[in-house]
C-alpha cells in the first residue's frame, strides 16, 4: 500500500507546510480537521486559522467540530474510512478519534522526544538552553507525547536564534520530515519506545507567570528566557513605580559586572542595561504595553536620568 487515504489535523501556521506536502503528494487526501473558527480584534470578527484559509483555497473538505467527543463528529470520521490520521498542531485527541484509522494516528511534534513533551516545546527549547532540538514522528497513545516513535530529525540551535528564526527552521522542514515518516510507515520500519526518563527538560503552556522575567536569575538565563519568547508571546516585566508592563525582545549578555540590585536599570555608554543575579543584560530592544517597538537608546531618553527598578 503506497497511496494512503488521510485525514489531516492542524489549525496554526506551523500545520501548513506538512499540509501542502499531503495535498500535493500522490496520498489521498480525504479531509482536514481544524478548529472551530474564533472571534477576534475589536470588532470580535470571525477570523478563519491558516489551515482553513488553505482549505478553501485549495478546495479541501474541511470538518470544524466544536466538541472531539461529539458521536456525529466521530461517526462523519469513520465513514471516511481513512488509512492514517495525521496530526501537526493540533489539541490533544480522545482515544475514540485517535483509533478509528486502521493503520493509526501519527502526531508530528517540535522536539526530540522524550525531552520536551508539551504545549510549546519550541519555546521551551530556547529558555531551557539547548544547542539542539528537532522533530519526532511517532503513533498517539493515551497520554501526551508518549507514544512509539517513528522518526527524528535533529537542528542545531545558535546562539543568535530566538522563537521565531527556530520556528520558522522546524516549520520549513516539516513537510519533507512528513514524508519520510510516511515512508517509514509504508514501510513497516521498527517503532522505538520512548525510556522512561526521569530527568526530562518539559514544555508546559505558556501563561502569565511563566513568562514573567526573573532578574534575580542569572544574565544567561534571563536572556534565554526572553529569546525563547521572542516575538511572541514576549517576556515581560513592570516598572515598579507605576506598574506598566514592559515587554522586552532583544538583550545581550555584557562583560559588566552588576552594580546595584536585581532588576535596576543601569546606564553605560550611552547603552540601558539591567542588573540580574551575577551581571549586566544589555537592553537592545524593548517596549511599554500598547506602545511601539523602541531601541534601548530611545528608551533612555524617555525616562530622563530617573532611577527604575523593574520586577
Request: charged residues 25%.
Amino acid at each position: 500500500m503506497s497511496n494512503l487515504k488521510i485525514v489531516f489535523f492542524g489549525t496554526p501556521d506551523f500545520s501548513l507546510d506538512s499540509l501542502k506536502y499531503l495535498h500535493n503528494s500522490n496520498h489521498k487526501l480525504i479531509s482536514v480537521v481544524t478548529s472551530a473558527d474564533k472571534k477576534s480584534g475589536r470588532g470580535l470578527k470571525i477570523k478563519y486559522s491558516p489551515v482553513k484559509n488553505y482549505c478553501i483555497q485549495n478546495k479541501i473538505s474541511l470538518l470544524q467540530p466544536e466538541n472531539l467527543k461529539c458521536i456525529d463528529f466521530q461517526n462523519d470520521l469513520k465513514n471516511l474510512k481513512a488509512d492514517l490520521f495525521v496530526i501537526v498542531a493540533f489539541k490533544f485527541l480522545p482515544k475514540k478519534v485517535w483509533s478509528i484509522p486502521k493503520m493509526g494516528s501519527i502526531n508530528i511534534h517540535a522536539s526530540l522526544l522524550p525531552n520536551l513533551r508539551g504545549a510549546a516545546p519550541i519555546n521551551w527549547s530556547l529558555i531551557h538552553g539547548h544547542n539542539k532540538t528537532g522533530l519526532t514522528s511517532f503513533f498517539l497513545d493515551e497520554n501526551i507525547d508518549t507514544g512509539d516513535i517513528i522518526l527524528k530529525t535533529e537542528v542545531l540551535i545558535s546562539h543568535s536564534d530566538n522563537f521565531e528564526s527556530l520556528y520558522n527552521k522546524l516549520k520549513l522542514m516539516s513537510g519533507s520530515f512528513l514524508s519520510d515518516t510516511i515512508e517509514a510507515i509504508i514501510n513497516k520500519k521498527k517503532l522505538l519506545k520512548q525510556k522512561n526518563i526521569l530527568k526530562i527538560d518539559k514544555a508546559p503552556k505558556l501563561n502569565k507567570e511563566n513568562t514573567r522575567i526573573k532578574w534575580n536569575d542569572t544574565s544567561i538565563n534571563i536572556y534565554n528566557h526572553i529569546r525563547g519568547l521572542t516575538p511572541f508571546p514576549g517576556a515581560w516585566t513592570e516598572i515598579k513605580e507605576n506598574r506598566k508592563k514592559l515587554i522586552i525582545y532583544k538583550t545581550e549578555i555584557s562583560d559588566f559586572e552588576k552594580d546595584g540590585i536585581a532588576g535596576s536599570l543601569s546606564i553605560r555608554n550611552k547603552s540601558l542595561f539591567v542588573n540580574t543575579s551575577d551581571r549586566l543584560l544589555k537592553i537592545n530592544e524593548l517596549k511599554i504595553e500598547g506602545k511601539k517597538i523602541v531601541l534601548g537608546i530611545d528608551f533612555i531618553n524617555s525616562i530622563q536620568g530617573k532611577e527604575i527598578i523593574l520586577y
